[in-house]
Nanobody
Framework: QLVESGGGLVQAGGSLRLSCATS????????IGWFRQVPGKEREGVSCINNELRSTDYTDSVKGRFTISRDGVESTVYLQMNSLKPEDTALYYCAVGLPFTPCALIPERYDSWGQGTQVTVSS
């Protein structure tokens, strides 16, 4: 199970930290991804983090602004979002990667999804 939290309304230039609380599986065995979606558009991969090596990937539009991390003790994955822009407005989801599948910003590589948390950035 995945439960996202931390979304909200923020002014441009502000920050939010999203959390993805996981349960029912061993977090350290799987890649975790963050995705976002706005109405009428396809789901977009934002960031992901691998399990053992903790290597990460980011879509170009968030590089240098967003940071993904994972806490195995708390079974939680975080997405720190700084310097937010209005174009970051979306419903943000976290997802668990398919078994033995490395981190990738491709929705088809993920198995289970949370319900999402809304991020709205005002100009």
């Amino acid at each position: 199970q995945l439960v996202e939290s931390g979304g909200g309304l923020v002014q441009a230039g502000g920050s939010l930290r999203l959390s993805c609380a996981t349960s029912g599986f061993t977090l350290d065995l799987y890649a975790i991804g963050w995705f976002r979606q706005v109405p009428g558009k396809e789901r977009e991969g934002v960031s992901c983090i691998n399990n053992e090596l903790r290597s990460t990937d980011y879509t170009d539009s968030v590089k240098g602004r967003f940071t993904i991390s994972r806490d195995g003790v708390e079974s939680t994955v975080y997405l720190q979002m700084n310097s937010l822009k209005p174009e970051d407005t979306a419903l943000y989801y976290c997802a668990v990667g398919l078994p033995f599948t490395p981190c990738a910003l491709i929705p088809e590589r993920y198995d289970s999804w949370g319900q999402g948390t809304q991020v709205t950035v005002s100009s």
